[in-house]
């Protein structure tokens, strides 16, 4: 597990391990984040960030969910802040609760969302966190997976340019005065890892 969150009555300590060298200070508060990134995009940036839905693949309802008929749901979305996306999330949900199947798939609520309706703080396991060169875009990407009773996300999200953390505003106002240039990354390919099984698998 590459994220160590322990607490006392007098300290609490998060260490992230295996991650690049040059993470900056907030990327790390990103990485960190469990659940509630779209809050923290929020409060970094200043703005409302929307929740843009690219796909969303779900097995069959025909009974409610349980442990014993799981229901899966592949899926992504975009955060998108000033009609640009900071963030592609790649998912897939397990669920086996019917209040979870309510409000997830009926009330539609996003995944950090379905955390605070269900008032859970999620079982957090960072996976995975590396960054890669894509078209003069410095990415920063992370695997990692969330889990209560009922329902469990394991998620890719893939922040498309670094120097947002950086820049902030000016980024924003830089990529929204040229929506031609490269916001995003492509959307229908899913990685390999997201294939829906049966059972209470999430691989």
Known sequence: ????????????????????????????????AQGDLQR???????????????YAHCSSRLTPASPENPITQSRQVHLVCASCTVCIATSTVTITSPQCERLFLDEKFPIGQTFRRLNRTPKFSLLNVETKAINGKRELRRTYKLETEGFVAEILEVFPDRDMFVRGEAWLMERGANLDTTCTIATDKKPEWLSVRKGNVVH
């Open 1 to 32: 597990m590459l994220a160590d969150d322990s607490y006392s009555t007098t300290s609490t300590n998060v260490e992230l391990a295996c991650i690049p060298d040059d993470t900056t200070g907030l990327e790390r508060i990103m990485l960190a």
């Open 40 to 54: 923290l995009m929020s409060s970094y940036f200043g703005r409302p960030i929307f929740i843009e839905l690219i």
